[in-house]
């Protein structure tokens, strides 16, 4: 059945292989006349040797290589819940969702039918970098080239000329492209002398695929120096992902070389293609025993929540993992606003799934439930030092001597080492079937790290220096030493611990307020130190009323002018919403609203009206232009804004709306005859303004 399916191919194969028979026998034959010397006729000889070995590698070597990239097409996402024994591999074919790709030179998207146009085969000196934070999908879309390729599938323009695909997962251990070759051709490299088989190799349209730029290691960075020295000679069209702040280490590198970067920035699945994707999910996952409205139900919250979580929802990875605890715990979906909730809720899923399976484990289902939980949480505790540990080397595999490790912990308290490391840890089969274990992605690394926390500040039934633990000094203890000036490595960690450390009130969790500020203190060391960079991070906070005030005012984000516009509306929503009303001195707060998405303009509303502030201008520039249509909701909440304090205002207009009585500036958008004509009538109340209808 395998043969029949790429019997095209080998029809294609063989014909370009007669016609070089044929123009070899022509030569012979010119030999045998006398019309070429000795010299020629090695050559001809060489050549006809050569084409005996492509034809050897297509015809025997082929075949193993696309079975052995059949394990690359598929993913599995489960092992955190289901465990090390039953992991379902699902077809990436079945989940994947378009995504949005946007060239270098600014927002211009890039259709995934066109990406091999950035990589062109005949210009040596080119290659393609796909940036994308972790849980973004860069893995996700790489699979899916590998599977449009084995079944040849034509959704990627000029994927199906290459005869030959190679896939490299930087985290492995191969160090030359000799040996990338011997993983993926099996035997028939035996019948290549020496590196015959490089050059056979790539005699063909080749294209190589480096997944995880910033996970190279001693060997995959020996790899990785020698495809830019054979691409600079050879057709090898190479295609490499990272994470966006390796990106300057990864031109560094390649320019020394001489080589061009073409650069394409993956960001997630768009949000008219998220619900898409949580169906296709929902489906793989065995949904034909839940309720039927269950699914409808989750995409109801998806939509309500779409504002406040919409770069949450923006990563595949989690809106998985949405999708996963709404089928296993659908109550606890709803309370979550931030990236580190929706972490906490999937780790106490996680955890409760390990401990129902050691519950029934032969060795543990004798310990009272009391010392079972205890015992678990300690070795928890010390998986999440060595989350720290490898945060702070910037690994994702875990090393075997770590696994060693762990599993000793787990024997001397008498759990299966194996039960917790299925519950928290990816193993990974490499290319050379060996297996490592790591973490699914670098956010569930830094929150398992950050978990260390709040766990060393609480739990005193079995660490005893909790009462006089604080965050620097838990830190200065995974550290080994004094923390370093620039904490910049630790920043997102540090964001999740914050969260950790106010989802914990009101329960055995609870800590400090004077443990909250000092950790807000140690995120300002990483680097979020002003304005623009605490409202780029307040929106993935969880943050009490004191926390919200410390920042408000150590940043002075209600000062004398403050603007509200399209990239800081969820931070200050998140501030005002946490922030026990009103605001202080909120007599001298002058706030500007310009939003050109309107998605957040119904609680932005409520949260101003709850703290009594009123703004003095309003740009609603989508309503202006019509580019998009307010709701009714959004209505109402224009008509609340336009307060007297209102000065100017900008957008669509609407008859039930009342002109300021101090406004000085109206450009306003009628949508009908009806419409003007009350606008007019409403402006013969008023004094002279300066106003601009559309």
């Not at 997630?268 to 309720?291: H, Q």
């Not at 909730?341 to 955890?351: A, D, G, N």
């Not at 400090?512 to 409202?535: P, Q």
């Not at 002075?556 to 800081?568: C, G, N, P, S, V």
Request: with cysteine; hydrophobic share 35%; glycine share 4%.
């Amino acid at each position: 059945m395998f043969r029949e399916a790429i019997q095209p191919l080998y029809s294609k194969i063989e014909r370009g292989m007669d016609r070089v028979f044929d123009n070899i026998q022509q030569k012979i034959e010119e030999i045998g006349k006398g019309g070429i010397g000795a010299e020629v006729f090695d050559e001809y000889q060489r050549e006809i040797d050569f084409t005996k070995k492509k034809k050897l590698l297509e015809e025997e070597g082929f075949p193993c290589l696309k079975y052995r990239l059949e394990k690359f097409k598929s993913i599995n996402p489960l092992n955190l819940i289901t465990g090390t024994s039953s992991n379902p591999n699902i077809p990436v074919e079945k989940i994947y969702t378009e995504m949005k790709l946007e060239g270098e030179s600014g927002p211009c998207s890039v259709p995934i039918e066109d990406l091999l146009n950035h990589v062109p085969l005949d210009d040596h000196s080119r290659l393609l970098l796909i940036k994308g934070m972790a849980g973004m999908g860069k893995t996700t879309l790489v699979k899916k080239i590998i599977s449009d390729w084995l079944s040849m599938k034509d959704d990627i323009k000029g994927l199906n000329d290459f005869a030959i695909l190679l896939y490299v997962e930087c985290r492995d251990s191969i160090e030359s492209f000799k040996d990338l070759l011997v993983a993926y051709f099996g035997d028939v490299h035996q019948k290549f002398q020496y590196n015959e088989i490089i050059d056979v190799c790539l005699a063909h349209k080749c294209l190589l695929i480096i997944d995880g730029y910033d996970e190279l290691n001693d060997k995959s960075a020996k790899l990785f120096l020698e495809v830019l020295t054979l691409k600079k000679s050879r057709k090898i069209s190479v295609i490499v992902t990272t994470r966006p702040e390796f990106q300057v280490r990864f031109n560094n590198q390649v320019k020394s070389d001489y080589t061009t970067v073409s650069t394409i920035s993956l960001e997630g699945i768009p949000k008219e293609k998220r619900e898409e994707f949580v169906c296709k999910y929902y489906a793989v996952l065995g949904s034909d025993n839940s309720p039927l409205q269950s699914l409808d139900e989750l995409l109801k919250y998806l939509r309500k929540k779409m504002h406040t979580m919409h770069e949450v929802w923006g990563l595949p990875l989690n809106l998985a993992f949405v999708t996963v605890l709404w089928m296993n715990k659908p109550e606890v979906i709803r309370n979550i606003t931030t990236e580190a909730e929706l972490y906490w809720q999937f780790y106490l899923l996680s955890r409760s799934k390990l401990e129902e399976r050691l519950a029934k484990n032969p060795n543990t289902a004798h310990l009272p439930p009391s010392e079972l939980d205890s015992k678990t949480e300690r070795c928890i505790l010390k998986l999440c030092h060595e989350s720290f540990k490898a945060l702070q080397k910037d690994e994702i595999s875990i090393p075997k001597s770590t696994i060693k490790y762990l599993s000793a912990f787990c024997h001397s308290l008498g759990l299966p080492a194996e039960e917790l490391t299925g519950a928290f840890l990816k193993r990974v089969t490499t290319s050379q079937g060996s297996f490592q274990y790591s973490f699914p992605h670098k956010e569930i690394k830094e929150f398992m790290a950050a978990l260390s926390f709040p766990m060393k500040l609480t739990n005193q039934c079995w660490d005893q220096s909790v009462n006089t633990a604080t965050p620097t000094k838990i830190f200065e203890m995974l550290l080994g030493g004094s923390l370093p000036e620039n904490l910049h490595k630790y920043q997102n960690m540090l964001i999740q611990m914050i969260s950790l450390l106010h989802m914990g009130d009101g329960d055995e969790m609870k800590v400090s307020e004077d443990a909250k500020i000092e950790a807000l203190e140690l995120l300002v060391r990483s680097g979020v130190n002003d304005k623009d960079s605490v409202l780029r991070v307040l929106k993935n906070i969880k943050c009490d009323h004191s926390s919200s005030r410390w920042i408000a005012q150590r940043f002075k984000l209600f000062d004398e002018y403050t603007e509200i516009r399209d990239h800081t509306i969820d931070a200050y929503i998140a501030l005002l919403r946490t922030t026990d009303a009103p605001l202080p001195n909120r007599e001298e707060i002058d706030i500007k609203i310009d939003l050109k998405d309107t998605d957040g303009l119904v609680e932005l509303q409520r949260q101003l009206c709850r703290h009594l502030i009123n703004p003095s201008s309003i740009e609603l520039y989508n309503h202006y232009k019509g580019d998009s249509e307010p709701t009714v909701e959004e209505r109402e909440s224009i008509k609340n804004l336009l307060t007297n304090d209102c000065k100017e205002y900008r957008g669509i207009w609407d008859p039930t709306f009342q002109i300021p009585t101090n406004i000085s500036n109206l450009q306003v958008r009628l949508l009908d005859q009806p419409s003007l004509d009350v606008f007019c009538q409403s402006l013969e109340k008023t004094k002279e303004i300066n106003f601009l209808c559309k």
